[in-house]
């Protein structure tokens, strides 16, 4: 009550103030025209009782339960880490950052005693929608109320593109059908292939569950917890990324509404354009997807692991430079393992994070290096040739001076090392902020090694000095992307397609309990100057992945759409005509300016189309 009333005075100063700015704002609860508790009612009638008052889970961490949640705050804190249950929870994102940090349980990462609980970031009302129709009228009657609309499938956006305030969000969890069709007839094609026909809204532990037991497999990610929806229309990375092309360039059919209320199925035949957009750069901002039809491909024999690690033997500098010599042989490499058939990962880190990770006797002033590569259908042998060939590449560019340790390579059954878990990850937290870049070959190989030895000395600074980075590659680009046939490319990112590896750097240091707004413009501004400055020296013409990169850099445009760009406003503008989508660094999101602070989302009236 007491609040309310509070909310209600503020309104009327705020319209007073500035009623002009209002208007070119997408609506909220401040404002005159928000629709009322009874035309949220009619709504709810219209979509069966599917409408849900956001209530944030964490509530009852606070006094008197302000929003009444029925999860004991002991049960939401001790599992706020868990991907799996932000996934579960309806409001809730992985990364509360992005929502403002709005009611936190106490302890954990990004709580303030100061701030309470609120809806604040969060979306206000969200559709439990059971059917695609019930979509369609909710994203109809948001679009017809300037209301903002989010899509959320799992909440865990790096980006917290699944999240927004003053929102109604549409949940995509009851679109968890998955059906295996062996003969899928290919639209406009005398030919068929195998598919599963999956809802929009299962993860990929499911999917990958249900493939097993019909003997395929699928391209997806790593993580069993995150969604298709997400990782498939942004593109998508996973084990097999590498052998078959991407996530996006698996998909033969999507079922879409959009927010002005159609319902499309679109495919190499009907719809092409939107079939066009949503297979790399759709996420959150075409319209919701309902279901995917996903060619499967057949399980590999084994999978073949084994690694090496490598850092300098003492705090010396010399010893230092030995490490940084070693890890650019080593980047200058991952083509050729992967033209080989090899995927993984390839991890640097510095500073005291080394030390800590990977429990190092003192602080060395080079990098610590963690090599986990995997081989399908593949022998130890062949493995164990691998790594120790590159253990010796690394002792010579290392002249010596490095502790190098190899990782026995192992055989298992390809099920037995993916079988989903989804209560690994808890990776969930308050902040996820970093940056990426594509890097193929004359980024790796063709660029002179003291080059390549300073770019990565750049690429991996640390906001707080003696703190240390992580430098993370991803073995996932290579012959799958690039031997994609044209018409299954969709509107991924051009520069996947000469690409061997995505890598992450990180770096930044953030004040988690501070103010969310304040602390991601600091962390955009050192991955600015001390980052994105480096990757466009270093690769100026590659990019990087959406799914997983900077949204907040600079040449967001040049970096995560590239040429594809202009097409894609077109195509945003023909599909969401209201623009009620929006996401950071999404297409047309220069038209819009978002702030955590007011929670308000307001068109540009000044921008170059
Ligand atoms: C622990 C972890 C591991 C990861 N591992 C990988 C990996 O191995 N490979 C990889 O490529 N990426 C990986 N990612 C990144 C991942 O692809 C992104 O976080 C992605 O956005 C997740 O999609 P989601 O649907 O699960 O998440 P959400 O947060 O629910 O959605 C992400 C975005 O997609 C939109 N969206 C979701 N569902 C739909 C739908 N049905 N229709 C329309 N829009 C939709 C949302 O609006 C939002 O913009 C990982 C992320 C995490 C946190
Ligand atoms: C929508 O209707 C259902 C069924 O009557 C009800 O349980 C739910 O609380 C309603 N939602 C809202 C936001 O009022
Ligand atoms: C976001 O948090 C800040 C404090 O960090 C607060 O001042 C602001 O009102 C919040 N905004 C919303 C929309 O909740
Ligand atoms: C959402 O809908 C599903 C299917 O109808 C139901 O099982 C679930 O309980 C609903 N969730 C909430 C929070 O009401
Ligand atoms: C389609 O393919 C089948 C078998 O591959 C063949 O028998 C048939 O004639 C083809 N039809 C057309 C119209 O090409
Ligand atoms: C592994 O071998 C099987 C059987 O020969 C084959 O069908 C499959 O495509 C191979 N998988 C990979 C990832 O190379
Ligand atoms: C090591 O290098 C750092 C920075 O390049 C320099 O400040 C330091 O003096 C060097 N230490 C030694 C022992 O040479
Ligand atoms: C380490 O490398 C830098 C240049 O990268 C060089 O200036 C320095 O002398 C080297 N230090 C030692 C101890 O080899
Ligand atoms: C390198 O290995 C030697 C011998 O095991 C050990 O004494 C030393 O502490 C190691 N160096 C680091 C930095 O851990
Ligand atoms: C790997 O190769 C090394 C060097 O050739 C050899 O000593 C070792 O026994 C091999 N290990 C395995 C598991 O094959």
Request: hydrophobic residues 35%.
């Amino acid at each position: 009550m007491h609040l309310s009333f509070a909310v209600v005075s503020w309104c009327l100063t705020f319209l007073a103030v500035s009623p002009v700015e209002s208007a070119k704002c997408k609506t909220s609860p401040r404002d005159s025209n928000w629709p009322s508790v009874q035309e949220w009612t009619s709504l709810n009638l219209s979509i069966q009782g599917t409408l849900l008052k956001t209530i944030p889970v964490a509530s009852s961490c606070y006094p008197g339960n302000p929003f009444a949640s029925s999860h004991e705050c002991s049960d939401v804190r001790a599992h706020w880490k868990y991907a799996a249950y932000h996934s579960r929870w309806p409001e809730s994102n992985d990364y509360s950052v992005w929502n403002n940090n709005s009611c936190l349980p106490p302890g954990v990462s990004g709580y303030s005693k100061e701030k309470g609980c609120s809806v604040g970031g969060l979306p206000q009302y969200i559709v439990n929608a059971t059917t695609e129709k019930q979509i369609a009228t909710a994203m109809k009657w948001a679009s017809d109320n300037n209301i903002r609309i989010i899509i959320k499938s799992t909440g865990h956006d790096l980006s917290g593109r699944s999240t927004g305030a003053y929102s109604l969000s549409i949940l995509t969890h009851n679109f968890n059908h998955i059906q295996h069709q062996p003969a899928w007839k290919i639209p406009g094609k005398n030919k068929t292939i195998d598919v599963v026909v999956c809802g929009g809204g299962n993860n990929w532990g499911d999917v990958y569950t249900a493939v097993h037991r019909i003997g395929r497999t699928v391209v997806g990610g790593e993580d069993a917890t995150v969604g298709l929806g997400g990782l498939i229309q942004n593109g998508g990375h996973g084990l097999l990324s590498s052998t078959y092309g991407l996530a996006s360039d698996q998909v033969y059919q999507v079922t879409v509404v959009t927010s002005d209320g159609r319902h499309l199925i679109a495919n190499d035949q009907q719809n092409q354009d939107l079939f066009w957009a949503v297979r790399g750069t759709g996420g959150g901002q075409f319209g919701v997807i309902t279901e995917f039809v996903l060619q499967t491909h057949p399980v590999p024999a084994n999978i073949v692991t084994g690694g090496l690690t490598f850092y300098p033997q003492d705090s010396s500098n010399a010893t230092g430079n030995a490490s940084w010599a070693a890890l650019a042989g080593l980047a200058s490499k991952i083509p050729d393992l992967m033209d080989a058939g090899i995927t993984g990962t390839v991890m640097s880190i510095t500073g005291k994070q080394a030390v800590s990770y990977a429990g190092l006797s003192e602080a060395v002033s080079g990098p610590a290096v963690i090599v986990s590569l995997t081989e399908f259908n593949s022998s130890t042998k062949r493995m164990n040739d691998t790594i120790q060939r590159l253990a010796t590449e690394a002792a010579d560019n290392g002249q010596a001076s490095l502790n190098i340790s190899v990782t026995n390579p192992a055989s298992r059954s390809y099920w037995s090392s993916t079988k989903p878990n989804l209560l690994s990850s808890q990776s969930a937290g308050a902040t996820s902020l970093f940056t990426s870049r594509l890097l193929g070959r004359p980024e790796l190989y063709d660029v002179p090694r003291e080059k390549l030895i300073h770019y990565l000395q750049r690429i991996s600074v640390s906001q707080v000095p003696d703190q240390g980075a992580m430098l993370l590659f991803g073995l996932q680009g290579g012959p799958g992307p690039s031997s994609t046939p044209e018409e299954r490319r969709g509107s991924v990112l051009p520069a996947w397609r000469s690409a061997y590896a995505h890598v992450m750097a990180y770096g930044s240091s953030f004040d988690e309990s501070g103010d969310p707004q304040t602390g991601l413009e600091i962390g955009a501004k050192f991955y600015e100057d001390a980052k994105e400055s480096v990757w466009r020296d270093w690769a100026p013409n590659t990019g990087s992945y959406m799914n997983e990169g900077n949204p907040f850099a600079a040449n967001w445009k040049h970096d995560f759409y590239g040429v594809n760009y202009n097409r894609l406003l077109g195509l945003k503008l023909k599909y969401d005509p209201s623009e009620s989508i929006f996401v950071t660094s999404g297409i047309g999101s220069d038209r819009w300016l978002s702030d955590l602070h007011s929670g308000l989302l307001c068109r540009i009236e000044s921008t170059s189309e």
